[in-house]
């Protein structure tokens, strides 16, 4: 559900040096089809990949596909376990559902109202920032929300993957994020060999919206790193 705006910041600060490219993934409704597009469209050559969120899963999707085409991953406020079994599972299905139900009665704005409540820090709930991530959520369609739930709902177990990364990685969130928290990101670093973790203070879910020259730096330092020979 997130666009360009997410990385507004990054986008300004970094494209003098680097092609910068968000994709879009409309209805795409497997996590595999939105990497497969991304590999397909993505400029030739070397990829510097940075998943934020279900970003984090895509990247983690193209790496099991093409490791190749790799050059370095930036992990921010995701994580790497699949579904849960049993109740922990179905609570988070029914949560999803739930704010389905939401969109397609009241709208993606009230939805997005709801959702946001917990995936922001405290101080920013009811400023411009908070609006923006309404705004954002509010240019999509309940249909790609319902792909991107089915997408996210049937998820692959990636940690048998986190060995495997032997490019120049970061790992990144906000210390108050409650979706991933750091915990899930200090597992990711503990197991990527090499990886650098920067966790950000006074910082929900949405890190580059909400610390963007925190977030941009450690992306700045991430891209400088020596790419392993």
């Given at each position: 559900?997130?666009?360009?705006?997410?990385?507004?910041?990054?986008?300004?600060?970094?494209?003098?040096?680097?092609?910068?490219?968000?994709?879009?993934?409309?209805?795409?409704?497997?996590?595999?089809?939105?990497?497969?597009?991304?590999?397909?469209?993505?400029?030739?050559?070397?990829?510097?990949?940075?998943?934020?969120?279900?970003?984090?899963?895509?990247?983690?999707?193209?790496?099991?596909r093409a490791p190749?085409?790799?050059?370095?991953?930036?992990?921010?406020?995701?994580?790497?376990?699949?579904?849960?079994?049993?109740?922990?599972?179905?609570?988070?299905?029914?949560?999803?559902?739930?704010?389905?139900?939401?969109?397609?009665?009241?709208?993606?704005?009230?939805?997005?109202?709801?959702?946001?409540?917990?995936?922001?820090?405290?101080?920013?709930?009811?400023?411009?920032?908070?609006?923006?991530?309404?705004?954002?959520?509010?240019?999509?369609?309940?249909?790609?929300?319902?792909?991107?739930?089915?997408?996210?709902?049937?998820?692959?177990?990636?940690?048998?993957?986190?060995?495997?990364?032997?490019?120049?990685?970061?790992?990144?969130?906000?210390?108050?994020?409650?979706?991933?928290?750091?915990?899930?990101?200090?597992?990711?670093?503990?197991?990527?060999?090499?990886?650098?973790?920067?966790?950000?203070?006074?910082?929900?879910?949405?890190?580059?919206?909400?610390?963007?020259?925190?977030?941009?730096?450690?992306?700045?330092d991430w891209l400088?790193?020596?790419?392993?020979?």
């Amino acid at each position: 559900m997130c666009d360009r705006a997410v990385w507004a910041a990054q986008i300004e600060a970094l494209s003098a040096t680097h092609e910068v490219v968000v994709p879009h993934y409309g209805t795409l409704d497997s996590l595999a089809g939105m990497a497969e597009r991304v590999l397909r469209e993505a400029p030739p050559g070397p990829l510097a990949v940075a998943g934020h969120s279900m970003g984090g899963r895509i990247a983690f999707e193209m790496w099991a596909r093409a490791p190749q085409r790799i050059e370095r991953l930036a992990l921010l406020d995701t994580s790497y376990h699949p579904l849960p079994a049993g109740a922990e599972g179905e609570r988070e299905r029914a949560g999803r559902y739930a704010l389905l139900e939401i969109a397609r009665s009241q709208g993606l704005r009230t939805m997005a109202r709801e959702w946001a409540l917990g995936m922001v820090h405290a101080d920013h709930l009811g400023t411009p920032l908070f609006e923006a991530v309404l705004d954002m959520f509010e240019r999509s369609s309940v249909a790609a929300f319902a792909a991107q739930i089915e997408a996210l709902l049937a998820r692959r177990d990636a940690e048998p993957l986190l060995a495997t990364v032997s490019v120049p990685t970061l790992v990144l969130c906000g210390r108050d994020d409650a979706w991933s928290p750091p915990s899930r990101h200090e597992f990711m670093h503990e197991r990527i060999a090499g990886s650098s973790l920067a966790v950000i203070e006074r910082c929900g879910h949405m890190s580059p919206m909400e610390e963007p020259a925190a977030v941009t730096a450690a992306l700045r330092d991430w891209l400088a790193r020596p790419v392993r020979g």
